[in-house]
């Protein structure tokens, strides 16, 4: 990968070798009581539905209707999540959708007389519709209430994921090495690219130019680590104008020092809004730690029948990881040939051949995994619009094979942020669905609600861009063949 070659690099020991313990028991205690005072509702908007990705026994939506947002607010949790599944959207359907998020939640806030929180969970590399999320909900928000958004905290610190934010630069970790955000592939994603990984020149980029990286408040962690509790709540004290608050980490105890500090200025009357990666979602909204689930846990019933395992993710790390899963002889792989697509008879044709294919295999007691064809298609320079059509028409076919399926098969995995929203969303039906937990670190399993097409079936929501190269033959295997 040519990002290793970088000259900012950083190896892993070096960097953390020379950050300071800290006593985690007494950060946990503090930060108890400071939650215990809270009492805001939580609303985390989640842009695909890999951002569950640290949290149990949490409710996700996947549309944001007033009778859903009305249910996240009846709920004895602290905090629900929203799947916009915005990544795949346009930037005039993710203004559209976040205007009408922010009016609801409104209108359901003001019913209850309940205050309330809205995190915009982001990728922790850094990609999304950034900043015109959080522009629109501050705007709606501010509009049509007497709130006033002092800054936005900006956190996409990812343990699980490998992602860590030292010096206010943004890393990503590729085995032994850090290497900034800016530098690696998802930085040159054709949609959301970027160049900076300074987290202040990085807001700055995103804004045009509107929010200066020398107006940013930055949190570093040798005043985290520290324990310096009183000096960043005088920080979050004096940020202004909505601009950012860098927040630096590198593991969950940063987060928490930082969430206990935020509350304090939150409770002097400060008002933020978040642009975070899944960790903050678990600190702030009290997840308990719980263990990787078991097999006995995911597998509910006795099944003759195989499992699904459905590859639509295009990066460098899901390609290896597909290379690997190969290696399982108790799996079936189907090519589903996408690039068909501009020819719709013989695409078609080839939807039914792969939905037929699967069907007899899956009833028979084999596993199928279903890839699509590994090139990207690229129709030239200028033609992006004509691709994004195309990939919503792919989109569609790969999550049919999930909607016409006439036989329940034993689990589903789906490898991608995009595949996984749309076969959760359209090909199983969920309205509201059960986040069970994890089942290797950062790769989060649903309970699919009564209402969709398999009923509590695990739903594994493989991120494109986590895990070792193993880690997804590993996730099947643990799944059973």
């Not at 530098?183 to 200066?212: I, M, N, P, Q, V």
């Not at 310096?228 to 940063?254: G, P």
């Not at 590859?311 to 002889?329: A, R």
């Not at 080839?350 to 279903?370: F, H, M, P, Y």
């Amino acid at each position: 990968m040519g990002a290793i070659n970088s000259t900012d690099k950083r190896l892993v020991n070096e960097v953390f070798d020379k950050i300071p313990a800290v006593d985690r028991n007494a950060v946990q205690e503090m930060l108890k009581n400071e939650l215990a005072n809270l009492n805001k509702k939580i609303i985390v908007l989640d842009d695909d539905p890999t951002g569950v990705q640290t949290v149990h026994n949490i409710s996700v939506y996947t549309d944001w209707s007033v009778d859903s947002i009305e249910k996240g607010f009846g709920e004895q949790n602290a905090m629900f999540f929203i799947l916009t599944n915005s990544r795949g959207f346009t930037s005039a359907e993710t203004e559209k959708a976040h205007k009408e998020i922010a009016e609801n939640v409104l209108e359901v806030a003001k019913k209850h007389g309940k205050d309330f929180i809205i995190i915009s969970r982001g990728d922790s590399t850094l990609r999304g519709h950034y900043p015109l999320e959080t522009e629109v909900l501050k705007e709606t928000i501010e509009s049509g209430s007497n709130t006033k958004f002092d800054g936005e905290v900006i956190i996409p610190f990812f343990k699980e994921g490998g992602r860590f934010t030292v010096d206010n630069i943004h890393y990503v970790q590729y085995e032994d090495y850090l290497v900034p955000a800016g530098e690696t592939e998802f930085a040159k994603d054709r949609t959301f690219g970027y160049t900076k990984s300074h987290l202040g020149e990085w807001a700055e980029e995103k804004s045009d130019g509107e929010f200066k990286a020398e107006n940013a408040t930055y949190i570093s962690l040798e005043s985290l680590r520290a324990l310096e509790v009183e000096k960043i709540t005088n920080q979050l004290l004096e940020v202004s104008d909505f601009n950012k608050v860098v927040v630096n980490a590198v593991d969950y105890v940063d987060v928490e020092i930082f969430v206990i500090s935020l509350i304090k200025a939150m409770k002097a009357g400060k008002h933020f809004m978040f642009r975070s990666a899944a960790a903050l979602t678990k600190v702030i909204g009290g997840v308990s730690e719980r263990g990787l689930l078991t097999r006995e846990e995911l597998i509910k019933e006795d099944s003759e029948h195989g499992g699904l395992i459905i590859v639509g993710s295009h990066v460098k790390k899901t390609t290896e990881q597909l290379e690997e899963l190969k290696k399982c002889d108790f799996i079936e792989f189907i090519e589903f040939n996408v690039h068909l697509v501009l020819h719709p008879e013989e695409f078609k044709a080839e939807t039914d051949r792969v939905i037929e294919t699967s069907e007899n295999l899956i009833r028979s007691g084999k596993s199928v995994a279903i890839y699509t064809k590994r090139e990207r298609m690229d129709l030239g320079e200028g033609k992006k619009e004509e691709e994004l059509k195309l990939s919503v028409q792919i989109s569609d076919a790969v999550t049919s094979i999930v909607q016409r399926l006439n036989v329940r098969p034993k689990f589903i995995v789906a490898k991608g942020g995009i595949t996984s929203s749309d076969i959760g969303t359209k090909g199983l039906e969920v309205k509201r669905a059960t986040v069970a937990g994890q089942i290797k670190p950062g790769i989060p399993v649903w309970f699919t609600g009564e209402e969709s097409k398999f009923p509590g079936i695990s739903y594994i929501i493989f991120p494109g861009n986590v895990g070792a190269k193993t880690t997804l033959k590993e996730t099947v295997e643990l799944l059973g063949k």
